[in-house]
């Protein structure tokens, strides 16, 4: 069975040949009282069929256990009496998973939680495939995160793995993920982010000392980088300009100078020469 328009008419002309329905069995009823009662009883029957519907809302028909249709367009209607009628909102919802203690792929555990968007796109999947759709989706979120936060590390220095920082990718990860879980269920997954990360507290202090000595290296890699091109380049248009002469031994001297004065986490403190005192 799949999802299916059910038979509706305009509610109100119903109420209305309803109402008109159950004045004739009035008159009847003075005149000929069973048949009176019978035309007034069926007509109160035919008033059960009648039900309203809102923006975003749907209604799933069931008579007397079997399916026999879904109303999705808001209105009033008139649907087959003695019927019940599901009400499921198709609007859009969110919520925040709990915040869930995870190893990450290196084995470190992190802290993570995440915010899901979704909305019913197929009541008749909400309302049979499963018990609750709500209660489905959550846990199906709780589960994805788990399983994103083990197939990711907290944080990555090689460019060609993605880390749980990573925000762009790593939602549109979960929001694939969940889509594929959640589609038995008739639900549509409109976005999925993290909304906390953060390593345990058993390990958070040394997992800070450790990412701001990887920030010191990085750092320092940089400042060496631009020095060696910088000594590179005075060396290179003093010998191009001619300005000086300089032997192999001169030329060492002045890079080990040009980078101690370059690389140092000090400002230099320059030395002048004021030549031999004799007293």
Not at 244 to 261: C, F, I, T
Request: hydrophobic share 45%.
């Amino acid at each position: 069975m799949e999802l299916r328009p059910a038979f509706r008419l305009n509610g109100f002309f119903m109420l209305l040949g309803l109402l008109v329905v159950a004045v004739v069995g009035a008159a009847l009823a003075a005149l000929v009282p069973p048949l009176g009662i019978i035309v007034i009883v069926a007509a109160v029957l035919l008033l059960t069929g009648l039900t309203t519907l809102g923006p975003n809302e749907a209604k799933v028909v069931q008579f007397f256990g079997r399916y026999i249709g879904s109303v999705s367009e808001a209105g009033f209607y008139w649907v087959v009496p003695l019927s019940n009628k599901r009400r499921i909102s198709l609007r859009v919802r969110n919520f925040e998973t709990q915040k869930l203690k995870v190893n990450d792929s290196d084995g470190n555990p992190v802290e993570i939680a995440a915010v899901v968007v979704y909305r019913v796109v197929d009541s008749f999947k909400s309302a049979f495939a499963v018990d609750d759709y709500e209660e489905y989706v959550q846990t199906q979120s709780e589960a994805a995160v788990r399983h994103l936060a083990t197939t990711h590390p907290y944080d990555s220095d090689e460019p060609h793995r993605t880390s749980l920082r990573n925000g762009t990718e790593v939602a549109e990860e979960l929001t694939t993920e969940l889509r594929e879980r959640t589609l038995l269920a008739g639900i549509e997954v409109t976005e999925a982010r993290i909304t906390h990360l953060a390593y345990a507290p058993e390990i958070a202090q040394a997992m800070l000392v450790r990412q701001q000595a990887a920030q010191v290296v990085a750092a320092r890699s940089r400042i060496v980088e631009g020095a060696v091109g910088m000594v590179g380049m005075a060396l290179e248009r003093l010998t191009a300009e001619g300005m000086v002469e300089l032997d192999e031994e001169r030329k060492a001297a002045m890079v080990s100078n040009l980078l101690v004065v370059l690389c140092g986490d000090r400002s230099a403190t320059p030395v002048v020469n004021a030549g031999t005192l004799y007293s």
